[in-house]
């Protein structure tokens, strides 16, 4: 499980042909801790988890294993109008306050526009390495 884990990891990372060093920096970990992960020697941990899965823009499950689907994560499934609840962890929308609700919204937007920002970034970077 631990070098399914770290082949898929190795794989999104080479797709952006990135070397370690490079993804290590991006993400803000160690470059020994991601090359011991691609190698299957170190599980990954949650937080970790989720910096791969913001930057490859991949679910969770994909990089474990779970499935074969690499699709990007349905964002706009997130939060609308009243469907906010659904990236809220704290339980149905019945205990969620509207002030609350608009509060998470306004969040989810601003790492909805972080995120398009980086994967222009990536784009560009890309371009120019052609």
Same mark, same amino acid.
């Given at each position: 499980?631990?070098?399914? =884990?770290?082949?898929?990891?190795? +794989?999104?990372?080479? #797709? /952006?042909? &990135? %070397?370690?060093?490079?993804?290590?920096?991006?993400?803000?970990?160690?470059?020994?801790?991601?090359?011991?992960?691609?190698?299957?020697?170190?599980?990954?941990?949650?937080?970790?988890?989720?910096?791969? =899965?913001?930057?490859?823009?991949? +679910?969770?499950?994909? #990089? /474990?294993? &779970? %499935?074969?689907?690499?699709?990007?994560?349905?964002?706009?499934?997130?939060?609308?109008?009243?469907?906010?609840?659904?990236?809220?962890?704290?339980?149905?929308?019945?205990?969620?306050?509207?002030?609350?609700?608009?509060?998470?919204?306004?969040?989810?937007?601003?790492?909805?526009?972080?995120?398009?920002?980086?994967?222009?970034?990536?784009?560009?970077?890309?371009?120019?390495?052609?």
């Amino acid at each position: 499980m631990l070098s399914d =884990v770290g082949d898929r990891i190795k +794989k999104q990372r080479e #797709l /952006l042909n &990135l %070397t370690q060093l490079e993804l290590a920096n991006k993400i803000g970990i160690n470059n020994s801790v991601l090359s011991r992960i691609e190698a299957g020697k170190r599980p990954v941990e949650d937080n970790e988890l989720v910096l791969f =899965v913001n930057f490859f823009d991949v +679910k969770s499950d994909y #990089l /474990l294993g &779970l %499935t074969d689907d690499s699709s990007p994560i349905p964002t706009k499934q997130l939060a609308t109008g009243n469907d906010v609840y659904v990236a809220w962890l704290g339980g149905p929308p019945e205990e969620m306050s509207e002030e609350e609700a608009e509060h998470l919204k306004e969040q989810l937007e601003m790492f909805r526009s972080f995120k398009e920002k980086r994967k222009k970034e990536r784009d560009q970077e890309k371009e120019n390495r052609k």
